[in-house]
């Protein structure tokens, strides 16, 4: 039986213990700052990125995964006997997906290569690229993997407040119309990705209350099922992050947490003392 490998890429920002317990492949997305270029997680690291950022008045934008790199590394894993499943960032965030279809037609369009768009990202990503690993090692096939990665989309969900949303507005990620909702009002967005794409939920009047609002939240779209993950992530908000995570066991009681940062990637979108929370019920 083949090997089924699963590429994603870092804006999922997957701990480095489960990159290697999966052996899985990822490809970094690009930082372009300060007048260089950082591969996001290699070169550039999230906490010593947020200091700096945080006191900088320069934005640092991004650039997606190049159709070279997914050749070298869809090529690569084909070449030793591997089916192959692409799980990364949301083509509604990235030009990345475009890149990995790129490669795959560039590649002779195989059967054993298959490229889907998550609609996902961050946290929410690793979930699902984690539900898909853990049944390749148990040794479903190909396109067992790929209809649990998209039956997993329905049951994954995560909500984020970010400090302010100066860094979303600028990258052109929300309209100005909610970035002047949070800042008049001096409110706390929660925010949520949705179809691919970031949507506003609703706003509260503290980080406190938006922290236990993100919980409420989970809650109500898991709706009593079980067991349920859960995977507190932030950028420079740790002890927040403990916070939400600590309130997340007691209401929502998983049976997994896996911690994380949103990678420098995603960060350049949201900025410096970002909160958030993804979750996925088991099927």
Not at 120 to 137: G, K, Q
Not at 140 to 160: M, P, T
Not at 178 to 202: F, Q, T, Y
Request: net charge negative; hydrophobic share 40%.
């Amino acid at each position: 039986m083949k090997k089924i490998r699963i590429v994603s890429d870092s804006s999922a920002y997957i701990p480095k213990e489960l990159v290697e317990q999966y052996d899985l492949s990822i490809l970094p997305l690009t930082v372009n700052w300060q007048g260089k270029s950082f591969y996001d997680g290699i070169d550039i690291q999230a906490n010593e990125f947020y200091e700096q950022l945080a006191v900088s008045k320069e934005m640092a934008t991004t650039s997606q995964v190049t159709v070279g790199q997914f050749l070298e590394t869809f090529g690569r894993l084909l070449d030793d006997g591997n089916d192959v499943l692409y799980l990364g960032i949301s083509k509604g965030l990235s030009a990345t997906y475009d890149s990995a279809v790129q490669a795959k037609k560039e590649l002779g369009d195989p059967e054993n290569l298959v490229v889907m768009d998550t609609r996902l990202v961050s946290m929410a990503l690793t979930l699902m690229v984690l539900e898909v690993a853990r049944a390749a090692e148990n040794g479903a096939s190909l396109e067992e993997c790929y209809q649990l990665a998209q039956d997993a989309y329905s049951r994954i969900g995560v909500y984020f407040t970010v400090n302010t949303l100066e860094y979303l507005h600028r990258g052109g990620r929300i309209n100005t119309a909610k970035r002047l909702l949070g800042s008049a009002l001096d409110l706390k967005p929660i925010m949520m990705i949705r179809d691919g794409k970031i949507e506003l939920v609703e706003s509260v009047r503290s980080q406190k209350k938006a922290l236990i609002r993100m919980v409420e939240l989970i809650e109500k779209d898991i709706d009593g099922r079980s067991p349920v993950r859960v995977g507190p992530f932030h950028a420079l908000a740790f002890d927040e992050m403990l916070s939400m995570e600590e309130l997340a066991l007691k209401r929502l009681q998983p049976i997994e947490v896996i911690r994380s940062e949103v990678s420098p990637v995603i960060g350049s979108h949201v900025g410096p003392g970002t909160v958030s929370m993804a979750y996925i019920v088991d099927k």
